[in-house]
């Protein structure tokens, strides 16, 4: 079965094909950072022109790349939740369009559910499992008992971890999105230089805090002599050691983790987690993109059959 997916949730325009929820035939991104960067967030209003400018050039694109006509799409699936809405209805409103043109079903997919799919879709996953979501908009642990079926077990009291990556940076005076570049400038810098840690939640071990490590970094700013890299390097290593630590005593011992989203593309990150089980998103799919969406959409679709024409864009959709 080959899904097209699309994905305009925020400021990437995403459109990709995948065969039976594994398969990437084709993986398109056309990221909007240069149009926010001086802004030093997203801009919604320019996100919804972009994605309106690129989408139906972008679908085009990517059923050439896997070298389909339309008449060989089985079934569309959109990310119609959590995200800025502007931005959700103009992929949405693609979704069905297509749907009805193409007289394809539709399938409406969680974007943040699919950032955990990225790292199960080149394997049969072994569940239960733990998945940890690390986003511009979420932190979020988990227990997977089955696809569609998760458990919370603890998430960010307060600042997104990406959201604090760019807001440091900003700090910092790095562009937006600041993860990448922290990453960059950590490269050349000592993570045990300055003493920094995350926030622990009383009662809630498996809770996360950044809003404290984050003025701390504001503070220690404003002291003579710092040096940015040093200081890039320890929050950089607070921030995730505090998340492989409360990560490792949720799982139990030789379970899988999963881990989805856009913070997951560090190799910082990924170095202080290398253990077997451990799953990271391949390449492109740690980011927003609509491979994950094809990709869960297709498995949702043979759990639940299509979803009808009235598929609502819902900006906070729970997870
Ligand atoms: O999942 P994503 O692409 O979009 C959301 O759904 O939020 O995540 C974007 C977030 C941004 O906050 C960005 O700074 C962060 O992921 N990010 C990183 C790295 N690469 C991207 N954070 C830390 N280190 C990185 N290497
Ligand atoms: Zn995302």
């Not at 940076?169 to 570049?181: D, F, I, N, Q, V």
Request: aromatic share 6%; with cysteine.
């Amino acid at each position: 079965m080959n899904v097209l997916g699309i994905e305009t949730t925020c400021d990437e325009t995403a459109i990709a094909i995948v065969k039976d929820g594994k398969k990437i035939l084709s993986n398109k991104i056309a990221s909007q950072a240069d149009l926010h960067a001086i802004y030093g967030g997203v801009f919604p209003e320019l996100a919804c022109r972009r994605h309106i400018d690129v989408i139906l050039p972008l679908i085009d694109d990517a059923l050439q790349e896997a070298n389909l006509t339309s008449n060989e799409i089985d079934l569309i699936a959109v990310a119609h939740g959590p995200g800025l809405m502007g931005a959700l209805l103009i992929g949405l409103t693609t979704a069905k369009t297509l749907s009805m043109a193409w007289n394809k079903p539709l399938i409406g997919v969680n974007h943040i559910e699919a950032h955990l799919y990225a790292s199960m879709m080149d394997h049969d996953p072994i569940l239960p499992a733990i998945g940890l979501v690390l986003s511009g908009g979420h932190t979020t642990l988990l227990e997977i008992e089955a696809l569609g079926k998760y458990k919370k077990l603890g998430a960010t009291v307060d600042d997104a971890i990406g959201e604090c990556f760019d807001k440091v940076a900003r700090m910092l005076s790095l562009p937006y999105p600041g993860g990448p570049e922290i990453e960059k400038l950590a490269l050349s810098g000592n993570p045990h230089a300055y003493s920094l840690k995350a926030g622990q939640v009383k009662g809630r071990p498996l809770d996360f805090s950044f809003s404290g490590l984050k003025t701390k970094v504001l503070y220690t700013l404003k002291e003579d002599n710092i040096n940015h890299a040093d200081l890039a390097a320890s929050f950089q290593h607070a921030a995730f050691s505090d998340i492989v630590k409360k990560t490792k005593l949720a799982a139990k011992p030789g379970q899988a983790i999963y881990l989805g989203g856009g913070v997951t593309a560090s190799r910082y990150l990924r170095k202080l987690f290398e253990k077997e089980n451990v799953y990271f998103p391949g390449p492109d799919l740690s980011t927003d993109n609509a491979a994950m969406i094809a990709g869960l959409g297709y498995h949702v679709f043979k759990a639940k059959g299509p979803d009808r024409l009235d598929l609502e864009a819902l900006p906070r959709i729970p997870f």
